[in-house]
Each structure stands twice: as structure tokens, then as C-alpha cells.
């Protein structure tokens, strides 16, 4: 038996995770990090959300250990002042939109989870399929994934969890979990959780128009394809 931290976004893959391990009989320490545009509102689908937290209760009742934690919302990050560089003393404004670089995710799921102390444990398992061979440079030593270990590929690892009553609502409208607002999401996607959450689309207009009058050079948050257009949705 080893005692195993296991990263898990709610999303098939760090799901079936859980449960290999629960099978083979490890101590599971699960993290979950929840990304919020502010204090009251999450960055994922509602189903996503309540599944998330109804299936953290689950486990728990089982007597796994579970966490749940948030880290600085996008709010609090767009208007952070930066302390050094070239672009020292202003905010930050929107994150970079580069794959693989958001700086959001540094900010807030980064230092969240270097926040969140479980104690010891022997190693991490960060939820890679087998058939994800461009994530599998990812994997070392600490950090492990049980379905590569046991070849369990992506359509496998859905097929688990819905076999066990454990598949996300959100695999209905969607491929993957992830940031409701970052553009790399399909536009449905923006618009199904802005229909969640209705009154975040006059907070991120207003959190636009604060950040064209004290940093005007910024590109605009509205003139993002993506955003102009779902608005005219909702």
C-alpha cells in the first residue's frame, strides 16, 4: 500500500485515477483546485462544480481524505499591481492566452496548491491517460500516473467512470474540464456557463471598463472574438 497525493480536477481521467487506487488499495490524499472569477463565482460549469463537491462528500464518507482549495480569483488577479519588471507598478490585466503559459494558473492553482500541506505521502499521481503521449514528459519519479502504468487510455478512463456512477454531468456538453473564460475553450462552453452564472457578464464587462481607464494600452477583454461574441448570446 502506498499513500499516494492525488491531483484531481473532477474530469474522467484524475477520476479513474482515484479509483485505481482505491482498487489496489492505497491511502489516497486527493487535491482539488477550483479556479473562481471572484469569491462567490466558480470558473467551471455549475454541474461541474456540484459534481466536484458531491463526489469529494462521497469519498470522504468512504474515508478518503479530500481538499478542496481556491487560490486568488481573476479578479483579484487582473488588478494585481505587478513589484518588478518593465510593467512594474501596474496591473496585470488579462492572463497570457499562450498555451501552456497562463499566468493566472501560476498565481492561483500554482501557489494554492504549494499552500495546501497534507502531510507526507510517497509519491503524486497527476491523472495522464496512456494514450496522452504528449504529456507523459511530465512523469517522473514523484510524479507518477496509474493510468499510464496500467495502459488505461482516455476512452477507457471515461468508461470507468461511468461505469462506477462517477462521470462528470459536464462530459454531456463538453470534451474537457478547464478555466470558463479561457478563449482556448470552445465558445458553447463560455456561453453554457455564463447561462450558469448570469451575473458575470456584468462583472466582467465592468472589470473591462475599470482596466481600460487605468491601463489603456491593454487590449480590451471585449474585443477577444471569443467574448464579443458569446455576449451578443446572452
Same mark, same amino acid.
Given at each position: 500500500? &502506498?499513500i499516494?497525493?492525488?491531483?484531481?480536477?473532477?474530469?474522467?481521467?484524475?477520476?479513474? &485515477?482515484?479509483?485505481?487506487?482505491? @482498487?489496489?488499495? %492505497?491511502? !489516497? @490524499?486527493?487535491?482539488?483546485?477550483?479556479?473562481?472569477?471572484?469569491?462567490?463565482?466558480?470558473?467551471?460549469?455549475?454541474?461541474?462544480?456540484?459534481?466536484?463537491?458531491?463526489?469529494?462528500?462521497?469519498?470522504?464518507?468512504?474515508?478518503?481524505?479530500?481538499?478542496?482549495?481556491?487560490?486568488?480569483?481573476?479578479?483579484?488577479?487582473?488588478?494585481?499591481?505587478?513589484?518588478?519588471?518593465?510593467? @512594474?507598478?501596474?496591473? =496585470? /490585466?488579462?492572463?497570457?492566452?499562450?498555451t501552456?503559459? !497562463?499566468? =493566472?494558473?501560476?498565481?492561483?492553482?500554482?501557489?494554492?496548491?504549494?499552500?495546501?500541506?497534507? /502531510? #507526507?505521502?510517497?509519491? #503524486? %499521481?497527476?491523472?495522464?491517460?496512456?494514450d496522452?503521449?504528449?504529456?507523459?514528459?511530465?512523469?517522473?519519479?514523484?510524479? +507518477?500516473?496509474?493510468?499510464? #502504468?496500467?495502459?488505461?487510455?482516455?476512452?477507457?478512463?471515461?468508461?470507468? !467512470?461511468?461505469?462506477?456512477?462517477?462521470?462528470?454531468?459536464?462530459?454531456?456538453?463538453? !470534451?474537457?474540464?478547464?478555466? &470558463?473564460?479561457?478563449?482556448h475553450?470552445?465558445?458553447?462552453?463560455?456561453? &453554457?456557463?455564463?447561462? %450558469?452564472?448570469? #451575473?458575470?457578464?456584468?462583472?466582467?464587462?465592468?472589470?473591462?471598463? @475599470?482596466?481600460?481607464?487605468? +491601463?489603456?494600452?491593454?487590449?480590451? =477583454?471585449r474585443?477577444?472574438?471569443? =467574448?464579443?461574441?458569446?455576449?451578443?448570446?446572452?
Open positions: 500500500m &502506498a499516494v497525493k492525488i491531483s484531481w480536477s473532477g474530469g474522467k481521467d484524475s477520476t479513474c &485515477a482515484v479509483l485505481e487506487h482505491i @482498487k489496489q488499495g %492505497d491511502l !489516497c @490524499k486527493i487535491v482539488c483546485y477550483i479556479p473562481m472569477l471572484c469569491d462567490q463565482i466558480p470558473l467551471i460549469q455549475k454541474c461541474h462544480y456540484e459534481y466536484i463537491h458531491n463526489t469529494a462528500d462521497l469519498w470522504r464518507s468512504q474515508g478518503l481524505e479530500v481538499h478542496i482549495v481556491t487560490g486568488i480569483s481573476y479578479i483579484e488577479f487582473v488588478l494585481t499591481r505587478a513589484t518588478r519588471g518593465k510593467n @512594474k507598478g501596474k496591473v =496585470f /490585466g488579462y492572463p497570457c492566452y499562450i501552456g503559459k !497562463c499566468n =493566472f494558473k501560476i498565481y492561483s492553482k500554482i501557489k494554492a496548491l504549494n499552500r495546501c500541506n497534507i /502531510g #507526507e505521502y510517497d509519491y #503524486e %499521481d497527476i491523472g495522464i491517460a496512456f496522452e503521449t504528449q504529456r507523459h514528459n511530465q512523469l517522473n519519479e514523484q510524479k +507518477r500516473s496509474i493510468l499510464c #502504468e496500467k495502459h488505461i487510455t482516455e476512452k477507457e478512463a471515461l468508461l470507468r !467512470c461511468a461505469r462506477e456512477g462517477l462521470l462528470s454531468p459536464l462530459y454531456l456538453t463538453s !470534451c474537457r474540464d478547464g478555466c &470558463a473564460v479561457c478563449p475553450k470552445p465558445a458553447n462552453e463560455l456561453l &453554457a456557463w455564463l447561462n %450558469d452564472y448570469p #451575473e458575470a457578464k456584468e462583472i466582467l464587462l465592468k472589470l473591462d471598463s @475599470k482596466l481600460q481607464d487605468i +491601463r489603456p494600452e491593454h487590449p480590451p =477583454f474585443h477577444n472574438v471569443w =467574448f464579443s461574441d458569446v455576449l451578443q448570446w446572452v
